[in-house]
């Protein structure tokens, strides 16, 4: 069984998420393709869905529904 700190996906898709944005800003400052510009902000906006789900899954753990993952809380 891992540590509560590695097992929770939290810290590593916000910091992702954070990355992804900060990468759109780089590429928007220094004048970089376009397409790369749409692919970041584009992983940014899943990684903001991918944070928005890991919340939904805790909440639906927390009220005890039974659709929720188990091993959700610790």
């Known amino acids: 069984m891992l540590p509560c700190g590695l097992a929770d996906p939290r810290p590593a898709v916000g910091i992702g998420t954070v990355a992804w944005f900060v990468a759109a800003g780089i590429l ?3 004048g ?3 397409e790369w510009m749409w692919a ?3 992983g940014g906006f899943l990684g903001i869905i991918g944070l928005g789900m890991i919340y939904w899954q805790r ?8 659709s ?3 091993g959700l809380l610790w």
């Open 28 to 30: 928007l400052f220094s």
């Open 68 to 70: 929720a993952q188990q």
């Open 59 to 66: 909440r639906a753990a927390q009220r005890g529904s039974r």
């Open 40 to 42: 970041c902000l584009a």
């Open 32 to 34: 970089g393709p376009a």
